[in-house]
């Protein structure tokens, strides 16, 4: 039996994920930081653990547990989250926060993991974004963090590949998760009257959902994802979700009219 672990799995798409590699057969290890969420998770049948992707004892800890098991299969890091709102008014402590989660973590985890996959010849998993190509305003350090994400991609493939090891990036587009409502109550969270961009606030909310223009069903990536690692050859980089192809395409478009058509959609096509 494949062994996969998936950090991220509370809600969304790493639930989603974790209940569609189990039913194909995987023993699915599935990630949590809150022991309630944790708790679900050992129900529903999953070797859960509870994990802040930050924590490197906790990642140590993991990796010995996981190692007298075997090996590891899969690895599909996926914990993550949106911070949305102007870049100045989040400042470096916002931007840290974002980097941490979305980015330090993912070298974190494969590296702490890195001897577990290179027993088993197993791949990687990064679950970026296409935020990472196309750049909004009001999502500038996620957007920031999924371009990360992409590069060091692409650097790790050609890292691991020596060792029989895989990776692929996958660049969702608009999914049917929690993302937009956590990514909400950020905004709100920073949302100030006492902030120059306070005028502008409705277009930052309108950044926070608009992910949610007819979303596809988590479940549905996941079983789209599952199909695409169980290929003879996965794909190197995999666009899935309402919204995927189409918003890299504008990243095409002369840089002049691209923002001007930002800056319409979000409400910064007038001088404050």
Not at 83 to 91: C, K, Q, T, V, W
Not at 136 to 143: Q, V
């Amino acid at each position: 039996m494949p062994i996969a672990l998936i950090t991220g799995c509370s809600s969304g798409i790493g639930r989603a994920m974790a209940d569609a590699f189990k039913a194909a057969g995987y023993d699915v290890w599935a990630t949590a930081r809150k022991p309630s969420d944790v708790a679900t998770l050992e129900a529903a049948g999953f070797s859960s653990v509870e994990l802040d992707v930050n924590d490197s004892a906790a990642l140590e800890r993991l990796a010995v547990t996981l190692g007298e098991g075997g090996g590891l299969d899969l690895l599909i890091n996926n914990a993550g989250y949106g911070a949305m709102g102007p870049l100045l008014d989040g400042g470096v402590e916002a931007m840290r926060r974002q980097f941490e989660t979305n980015v330090f973590s993912v070298v974190g985890v494969t590296r702490a993991l890195f001897p577990l996959l290179r027993r088993n010849k197993g791949m990687v998993v990064n679950i970026g974004s296409v935020s990472g190509v196309l750049a909004t305003p009001f999502a500038g350090a996620y957007c920031a963090s999924k371009a990360a994400v992409h590069a060091l991609s692409d650097a790790l493939r050609l890292e691991l590949a020596p060792f029989g090891v895989r990776l692929m990036e996958v660049q969702p587009g608009a999914l049917d998760t929690q993302f937009a409502s956590n990514a909400s109550r950020e905004a709100e969270m920073l949302i100030a009257e006492s902030s120059p961009w306070w005028p502008l606030r409705a277009g930052i909310r309108a950044r926070a959902n608009a992910s949610q223009g007819n979303p596809t069903p988590a479940l549905e990536f996941a079983h789209d994802l599952l199909r695409a690692v169980q290929k003879d050859t996965p794909p190197r980089v995999l666009r899935l979700g309402n919204g995927c192809r189409a918003l890299p395409l504008m990243a095409w478009l002369p840089k002049g009219l691209l923002e001007k058509v930002l800056r319409k959609r979000y409400g910064l096509d007038k001088a404050l």
